[in-house]
Protein backbone atom coordinates (compact mmCIF):
# COMPACT_ATOMS: atom_id res chain seq x y z
CA UNK A 1 0.00 0.00 0.00
CA UNK A 2 0.99 3.45 -0.74
CA UNK A 3 2.08 5.74 2.30
CA UNK A 4 2.40 9.38 2.14
CA UNK A 5 5.06 9.46 4.49
CA UNK A 6 6.94 12.15 4.54
CA UNK A 7 10.22 10.60 5.96
CA UNK A 8 10.96 8.05 3.34
CA UNK A 9 13.14 10.84 0.67
CA UNK A 10 15.69 11.39 3.97
CA UNK A 11 15.64 7.36 4.02
CA UNK A 12 16.23 7.50 0.80
CA UNK A 13 19.14 9.97 0.66
CA UNK A 14 20.71 8.07 4.28
CA UNK A 15 20.63 4.92 2.54
CA UNK A 16 21.76 5.82 -0.74
CA UNK A 17 24.43 8.16 0.11
CA UNK A 18 28.06 7.66 -1.05
CA UNK A 19 26.13 5.16 -3.28
CA UNK A 20 24.34 7.12 -5.88
CA UNK A 21 25.51 11.28 -6.33
CA UNK A 22 23.18 13.87 -5.54
CA UNK A 23 21.07 14.45 -8.81
CA UNK A 24 20.93 10.80 -8.71
CA UNK A 25 19.39 10.66 -5.50
CA UNK A 26 17.11 13.70 -6.58
CA UNK A 27 15.16 11.63 -9.21
CA UNK A 28 14.97 8.80 -7.68
CA UNK A 29 12.86 10.96 -4.83
CA UNK A 30 10.96 12.67 -7.93
CA UNK A 31 10.44 9.55 -10.33
CA UNK A 32 10.26 7.37 -7.44
CA UNK A 33 6.97 5.87 -6.10
CA UNK A 34 6.66 4.91 -2.25
CA UNK A 35 5.36 2.11 -0.72
CA UNK A 36 5.56 0.43 2.86
CA UNK A 37 4.01 -2.91 2.70
CA UNK A 38 3.38 -5.72 5.50
CA UNK A 39 5.24 -8.56 5.78
CA UNK A 40 4.13 -11.70 3.77
CA UNK A 41 2.66 -9.33 1.09
CA UNK A 42 3.73 -10.43 -2.89
CA UNK A 43 5.51 -7.58 -4.66
CA UNK A 44 5.71 -9.77 -7.88
CA UNK A 45 4.76 -13.37 -9.11
CA UNK A 46 6.42 -15.44 -11.49
CA UNK A 47 4.82 -14.21 -15.29
CA UNK A 48 3.58 -10.98 -14.11
CA UNK A 49 4.87 -7.79 -16.46
CA UNK A 50 7.87 -6.05 -14.54
CA UNK A 51 7.39 -2.02 -14.97
CA UNK A 52 9.45 -0.78 -11.98
CA UNK A 53 12.77 -2.11 -9.46
CA UNK A 54 12.44 -2.06 -6.41
CA UNK A 55 14.85 0.09 -3.98
CA UNK A 56 14.85 -1.61 -0.50
CA UNK A 57 14.88 1.29 2.40
CA UNK A 58 13.84 -1.12 5.11
CA UNK A 59 12.73 -4.73 5.64
CA UNK A 60 13.38 -7.88 3.44
CA UNK A 61 12.29 -9.86 0.52
CA UNK A 62 12.27 -13.17 -0.40
CA UNK A 63 13.10 -14.24 -4.00
CA UNK A 64 11.66 -17.39 -4.74
CA UNK A 65 11.58 -19.67 -8.00
CA UNK A 66 8.92 -21.98 -9.20
CA UNK A 67 8.70 -25.39 -10.67
CA UNK A 68 6.52 -27.17 -13.19
CA UNK A 69 3.94 -28.43 -10.01
CA UNK A 70 4.15 -24.51 -8.59
CA UNK A 71 6.01 -25.43 -5.67
CA UNK A 72 8.18 -22.64 -4.10
CA UNK A 73 12.10 -22.47 -3.11
CA UNK A 74 14.25 -20.24 -1.49
CA UNK A 75 16.46 -18.44 -3.79
CA UNK A 76 17.73 -15.42 -1.69
CA UNK A 77 16.56 -12.35 0.44
CA UNK A 78 17.15 -9.00 -0.65
CA UNK A 79 17.55 -6.45 2.53
CA UNK A 80 17.88 -2.61 2.91
CA UNK A 81 20.21 -1.14 0.55
CA UNK A 82 19.85 -3.84 -2.14
CA UNK A 83 17.95 -4.95 -5.45
CA UNK A 84 16.63 -7.28 -7.59
CA UNK A 85 18.84 -7.97 -10.40
CA UNK A 86 16.05 -10.44 -11.66
CA UNK A 87 13.40 -7.18 -11.81
CA UNK A 88 16.54 -5.84 -13.61
CA UNK A 89 16.11 -7.80 -16.46
CA UNK A 90 13.99 -5.78 -18.13
CA UNK A 91 17.09 -3.36 -18.80
CA UNK A 92 18.49 -6.53 -21.15
CA UNK A 93 14.88 -6.96 -23.00
CA UNK A 94 12.81 -9.25 -20.26
CA UNK A 95 9.19 -8.31 -19.75
CA UNK A 96 7.79 -10.70 -17.21
CA UNK A 97 8.68 -11.97 -14.29
CA UNK A 98 10.64 -15.38 -13.87
CA UNK A 99 10.49 -14.88 -10.07
CA UNK A 100 8.11 -14.68 -6.82
CA UNK A 101 8.79 -11.50 -4.63
CA UNK A 102 6.81 -11.70 -0.86
CA UNK A 103 8.03 -9.35 1.78
CA UNK A 104 9.82 -11.79 4.65
CA UNK A 105 8.81 -8.63 7.09
CA UNK A 106 6.77 -4.96 7.09
CA UNK A 107 9.20 -3.56 4.24
CA UNK A 108 9.64 0.10 3.48
CA UNK A 109 10.40 0.75 -0.97
CA UNK A 110 10.91 2.46 -3.84
CA UNK A 111 9.63 1.36 -7.04
CA UNK A 112 11.65 3.49 -9.87
CA UNK A 113 9.63 3.16 -13.33
CA UNK A 114 11.70 0.61 -15.94
CA UNK A 115 11.70 3.57 -18.49
CA UNK A 116 13.67 6.22 -16.25
CA UNK A 117 16.00 3.33 -14.56
CA UNK A 118 17.16 2.53 -18.63
CA UNK A 119 17.77 6.13 -18.90
CA UNK A 120 19.71 6.27 -15.80
CA UNK A 121 22.21 3.06 -17.21
CA UNK A 122 23.59 6.14 -19.78
CA UNK A 123 23.10 9.04 -17.57
CA UNK A 124 24.62 8.08 -14.41
CA UNK A 125 28.14 6.04 -13.49
CA UNK A 126 26.94 5.18 -10.06
CA UNK A 127 23.42 3.70 -11.20
CA UNK A 128 25.22 1.28 -13.92
CA UNK A 129 27.41 0.30 -11.29
CA UNK A 130 25.02 -0.29 -8.82
CA UNK A 131 22.98 -2.55 -11.43
CA UNK A 132 26.21 -4.44 -12.66
CA UNK A 133 27.21 -4.57 -8.65
CA UNK A 134 23.21 -6.22 -8.34
CA UNK A 135 23.76 -9.11 -10.93
CA UNK A 136 27.11 -10.13 -9.23
CA UNK A 137 26.13 -10.12 -5.89
CA UNK A 138 22.74 -12.63 -6.89
CA UNK A 139 23.91 -14.13 -9.12
CA UNK A 140 26.41 -15.50 -6.59
CA UNK A 141 23.58 -15.96 -4.14
CA UNK A 142 21.45 -17.99 -6.80
CA UNK A 143 24.89 -20.15 -7.26
CA UNK A 144 25.32 -20.84 -3.19
CA UNK A 145 21.25 -21.57 -3.56
CA UNK A 146 22.63 -24.12 -6.28
CA UNK A 147 25.59 -25.32 -4.47
CA UNK A 148 23.42 -26.06 -0.79
CA UNK A 149 20.38 -27.68 -3.22
CA UNK A 150 23.29 -30.21 -4.81
CA UNK A 151 26.25 -30.54 -2.14
CA UNK A 152 24.65 -29.57 1.23
CA UNK A 153 22.30 -32.57 2.91
CA UNK A 154 18.90 -31.46 4.14
CA UNK A 155 20.14 -31.22 8.04
CA UNK A 156 22.89 -28.64 6.99
CA UNK A 157 21.02 -26.60 4.26
CA UNK A 158 18.02 -26.22 6.97
CA UNK A 159 20.64 -24.84 10.30
CA UNK A 160 21.98 -22.48 7.77
CA UNK A 161 18.44 -21.22 6.30
CA UNK A 162 17.53 -20.61 10.31
CA UNK A 163 20.79 -19.09 10.60
CA UNK A 164 20.07 -16.92 7.97
CA UNK A 165 16.19 -15.98 8.84
CA UNK A 166 17.55 -14.53 12.40
CA UNK A 167 20.20 -12.51 10.52
CA UNK A 168 17.31 -11.00 8.40
CA UNK A 169 14.44 -10.72 10.71
CA UNK A 170 16.93 -9.68 13.70
CA UNK A 171 14.92 -12.00 15.80
CA UNK A 172 15.86 -15.31 17.37
CA UNK A 173 12.18 -15.90 17.43
CA UNK A 174 11.45 -16.95 14.23
CA UNK A 175 7.52 -16.87 13.54
CA UNK A 176 7.11 -19.43 10.89
CA UNK A 177 5.59 -23.36 10.64
CA UNK A 178 7.12 -26.01 9.83
CA UNK A 179 5.25 -25.77 6.09
CA UNK A 180 6.14 -22.76 5.52
CA UNK A 181 9.74 -23.47 6.35
CA UNK A 182 9.57 -27.32 4.00
CA UNK A 183 8.26 -24.80 1.04
CA UNK A 184 11.24 -22.57 1.03
CA UNK A 185 13.95 -25.76 1.53
CA UNK A 186 11.72 -27.47 -1.23
CA UNK A 187 10.81 -30.73 0.99
CA UNK A 188 7.99 -32.18 2.78
CA UNK A 189 6.74 -30.94 6.33
CA UNK A 190 7.13 -34.04 7.58
CA UNK A 191 10.79 -34.22 7.11
CA UNK A 192 11.16 -30.65 8.45
CA UNK A 193 9.18 -31.57 11.52
CA UNK A 194 11.80 -34.64 12.48
CA UNK A 195 14.77 -32.27 11.56
CA UNK A 196 13.54 -29.76 13.90
CA UNK A 197 12.83 -31.67 16.61
CA UNK A 198 16.14 -33.45 16.26
CA UNK A 199 17.52 -29.67 16.92
CA UNK A 200 15.90 -29.09 20.13
CA UNK A 201 16.98 -32.04 21.40
CA UNK A 202 20.31 -30.66 20.51
CA UNK A 203 19.26 -27.67 22.43
CA UNK A 204 19.96 -25.57 19.46
CA UNK A 205 16.22 -24.43 19.53
CA UNK A 206 12.90 -24.53 21.19
CA UNK A 207 9.51 -25.20 19.14
CA UNK A 208 6.17 -23.31 19.61
CA UNK A 209 3.28 -22.88 18.23
CA UNK A 210 3.99 -21.42 14.85
CA UNK A 211 7.49 -20.30 16.23
CA UNK A 212 11.02 -21.37 16.03
CA UNK A 213 13.20 -19.44 18.87
CA UNK A 214 16.82 -20.34 18.31
CA UNK A 215 19.62 -20.65 20.91
CA UNK A 216 21.99 -20.58 18.75
CA UNK A 217 22.69 -19.42 15.01
Sequence with gaps: MDTPSSSWQTDARSRFHGIFEDALLDE???????????????????????????????????IMRL????DEMLL?????????????????????????AVTERDTSLVMVPVSVGKRWISTYS?????????Y????EEMLDA????????LPTRLRRY?????????????????????????????VVSRLLKSLEREGTLSLHRNAVEMKEY
Design 28 to 62: IIEHGHHMRVPEGTMLMDVGQQMDAVPLLLDGAIK
Design 67 to 70: DPEG
Design 76 to 100: YFLESGDSCALSMGTYMGASKSSIR
Design 126 to 134: SWSSFVMES
Design 136 to 139: QTRL
Design 146 to 153: IDALAFMD
Design 162 to 190: LSDKVKIQGDMTLHTTHQEIANDLHTSRV
